[in-house]
Structure formats: structure tokens, C-alpha cells
């Protein structure tokens, strides 16, 4: 079992950044890819990044691209989203993600555990 606690949100003007940390519990952490996804009120559930186990390979979704980075440090059990240049329309509820296996890390399907998720709300 693997526990994932999100922090880091938070209310920002538009074009401001956050950071968003999740710790996890799990003493095997580095054997998970990892993932960050967001939903908001009424919609569903989006892909926003992942990364692999060793950290070396990101994925983004094409609306981050260039403005959110994703890293892990394994020796801490944490994984950070620094996202930049945020937009009004990304406020939403930012989850974290742990995936034993997968095969396509955008698919939240494919992941094991979640965070409770963290409040981003980014005003105009």
C-alpha cells in the first residue's frame, strides 16, 4: 500500500507559479512511475505530467509543455510539479499518482494510488 499526500496549492494570480510537492510513503517509491493530474468542477479527470521511476523521462500533457516541470528525488519519496505561467482556466484539484506498471501514463486508469489532491486556483 502506498500513501500520497499532495501540498503546495493554493490561490495565484494569473501568470504566477506554484509548486506542488507529494511525499509518499512507500519504501519502494523509485519502482513507481508517477504522475500529476488535475480536475476540474464539472469536467473529468486530465492528464499533466508524469515521469518515469529512474526520473530520467518526463511526459507532459501539450497544454504544459514549457511551462510545468516535473521531478522525483527517490531518496526523499517525493515527486514536484513547479508549473509557471498559470491560467485562469487551470484552477482545478491537483492529484498525485503512483503506477506499478503501466503502459500509458496519460490513462489514469492505469495507476494504482492517489493522493487526496490539492486546491489550484488561479485568478484573472
Known amino acids: 500500500q502506498v500513501q500520497l499526500v499532495e501540498s503546495g496549492g493554493g490561490l495565484v494570480q494569473a501568470g504566477g507559479s506554484l509548486r506542488l510537492s507529494c511525499a509518499a510513503s512507500?519504501?519502494?517509491?523509485?519502482?513507481?512511475?508517477m504522475g500529476w493530474f488535475r480536475q476540474a468542477p464539472g469536467k473529468e479527470r486530465d492528464f499533466v505530467a508524469a515521469?518515469?521511476?529512474?526520473?530520467?523521462?518526463?511526459y507532459y500533457a501539450d497544454s504544459v509543455k514549457g511551462r510545468f516541470t516535473i521531478s522525483r528525488d527517490n531518496g526523499k519519496n517525493t515527486v514536484v510539479l513547479q508549473m509557471n505561467s498559470l491560467k485562469p482556466e487551470e484552477t482545478a484539484v491537483y492529484y498525485c499518482?503512483?503506477?506499478?506498471?503501466?503502459?500509458?501514463?496519460?490513462?489514469?486508469?492505469?495507476?494504482?494510488?492517489w493522493g487526496q489532491g490539492t486546491q489550484v486556483t488561479v485568478s484573472s
Open positions: 515521469i518515469s521511476r529512474s526520473g530520467v523521462t518526463t
Open positions: 512507500a519504501r519502494t517509491f523509485s519502482r513507481y512511475v
Open positions: 499518482a503512483a503506477a506499478a506498471t503501466i503502459s500509458t501514463v496519460a490513462r489514469g486508469e492505469e495507476y494504482d494510488y
